[in-house]
């Protein structure tokens, strides 16, 4: 039998419809959400991203304000920019978009973003408290899986939950919020990285399968479970000279095989994919209602 297909394109849309209303309810109190997005140099994908977040925030009638500055900029002139930021009362969240060049401290930058603006969740006191158990910003894309899975009823309490990477944005955030003390977490994780033996037996114990290593068309069938959830974070290009463009994008599973076995499956594109800007959006107006005296 073939998966349910997770459509975090529709799921990402209803998002950003709630959150239409609450910036309207929020307006009605003089409060405009405002993200300010630090963008330095010329990288063409940073552009791209950012772009996108901005136009994401525009139309929501979230107020949104890049920050472009040339690579050679210094480090002591990027903590200006972020310290001018966290003073300013028009904006809820600041984000850095990474990576800075690389003569610049971009964890020192990270340090400096006020806790309360820190709407990527990347901010070690939003970490920590993430790990604690404590009410956060959380990492946008594994605040998004959560939020696919709740959407669709899938519950990961007492289930084993494999986790492939153990990145800072994705993997380790991911493990930590699955295993909290509460409902959608309560899961028994198991995180497998480069270094792990027998990864495929790893995986195979999987209830549910989360994949963020980059690696296109890691998870062959033979490494999942029958009936398991597929959650696939992984984003790559391939060479495809029957495409347009030349390339095509695919996840880190083996999606055309894995859809056959799994119970639930995300598609590359349009699974997670959507939804970390829609949770950067979410924290966003978070942290606005904060100012607005409607949110803790
Ligand atoms: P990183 O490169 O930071 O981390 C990759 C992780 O995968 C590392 O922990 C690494 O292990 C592990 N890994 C790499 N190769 C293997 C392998 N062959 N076997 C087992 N583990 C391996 O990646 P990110 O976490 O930033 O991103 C992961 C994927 O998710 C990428 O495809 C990225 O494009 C995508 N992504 C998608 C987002 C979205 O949907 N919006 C947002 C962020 C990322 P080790 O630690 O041992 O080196």
Same mark, same amino acid.
């Given at each position: 039998?073939?998966?349910?297909?997770?459509?975090?394109?529709?799921?990402?849309?209803?998002?950003?419809?709630?959150?239409?209303?609450?910036v309207?309810?929020?307006?009605?109190?003089?409060?405009?959400p405002?993200?300010?997005?630090?963008?330095?140099?010329?990288?063409?994908?940073?552009?791209?991203?950012?772009?996108?977040?901005?136009?994401?925030?525009?139309?929501?009638?979230?107020?949104?304000?890049?920050?472009?500055?040339?690579?050679?900029?210094?480090?002591?002139?990027?903590?200006?920019?972020?310290? =001018?930021?966290?003073?300013?009362?028009?904006?809820?969240? #600041?984000?850095?978009?990474?990576?800075?060049?690389?003569?610049?401290?971009?964890?020192?930058?990270?340090?400096?973003?006020?806790p309360?603006?820190?709407?990527?969740?990347?901010?070690?006191?939003?970490?920590?408290?993430?790990l604690?158990?404590?009410?956060?910003?959380?990492?946008?894309t594994p605040?998004?899986?959560? =939020?696919?899975?709740?959407?669709?009823?899938?519950?990961?309490?007492?289930? =084993?939950?494999?986790?492939?990477?153990?990145?800072?944005?994705?993997?380790?955030?991911?493990?930590?919020?699955?295993?909290?003390?509460?409902k959608?977490?309560n899961?028994?994780?198991?995180?497998?990285?480069?270094?792990?033996?027998?990864?495929?037996?790893?995986?195979?114990?999987a209830?549910i399968?989360?994949?963020?290593?980059?690696?296109?068309?890691?998870?062959k069938?033979?490494?999942?479970?029958?009936?398991?959830?597929i #959650?696939?974070?992984?984003?790559?290009?391939?060479?495809?000279?029957?495409? =347009?463009?030349?390339?095509?994008?695919?996840?880190?599973?083996?999606?055309?095989?894995?859809?056959?076995k799994?119970?639930?499956?995300?598609?590359?594109?349009?699974?997670?994919?959507?939804?970390?800007?829609a949770?950067?959006?979410?924290?966003?107006?978070?942290?606005?209602?904060?100012r607005?005296?409607?949110?803790?």
């Amino acid at each position: 039998m073939s998966a349910i297909l997770i459509d975090g394109k529709q799921v990402a849309k209803d998002i950003k419809a709630e959150l239409k209303q609450k910036v309207e309810i929020l307006r009605e109190k003089g409060v405009v959400p405002g993200l300010a997005a630090v963008l330095i140099g010329d990288d063409p994908a940073s552009a791209t991203y950012v772009n996108s977040k901005a136009r994401a925030c525009e139309k929501l009638g979230v107020f949104s304000e890049i920050i472009k500055r040339p690579a050679e900029t210094t480090q002591d002139e990027v903590e200006s920019i972020v310290r =001018e930021l966290n003073y300013r009362d028009d904006i809820d969240g #600041i984000l850095v978009q990474s990576p800075l060049p690389k003569h610049l401290n971009e964890f020192a930058v990270t340090l400096l973003i006020d806790p309360r603006k820190d709407v990527d969740g990347f901010h070690p006191h939003s970490v920590g408290c993430l790990l604690l158990g404590r009410p956060t910003f959380r990492s946008c894309t594994p605040y998004g899986v959560i =939020e696919l899975m709740r959407r669709y009823d899938i519950n990961p309490t007492g289930r =084993e939950v494999v986790v492939l990477g153990r990145s800072n944005i994705v993997g380790k955030p991911m493990a930590a919020m699955l295993m909290q003390k509460n409902k959608m977490a309560n899961a028994t994780v198991t995180v497998a990285h480069s270094r792990t033996a027998d990864i495929a037996g790893v995986c195979r114990r999987a209830d549910i399968l989360i994949a963020a290593i980059g690696q296109p068309l890691f998870v062959k069938v033979d490494m999942v479970k029958d009936g398991a959830v597929i #959650i696939d974070v992984g984003i790559n290009r391939i060479e495809d000279p029957s495409s =347009e463009k030349g390339y095509r994008l695919v996840g880190d599973v083996d999606f055309d095989a894995c859809v056959e076995k799994a119970s639930f499956i995300t598609p590359v594109p349009g699974g997670v994919g959507p939804m970390t800007i829609a949770m950067l959006l979410t924290n966003t107006v978070q942290s606005a209602g904060r100012r607005a005296g409607l949110e803790e």
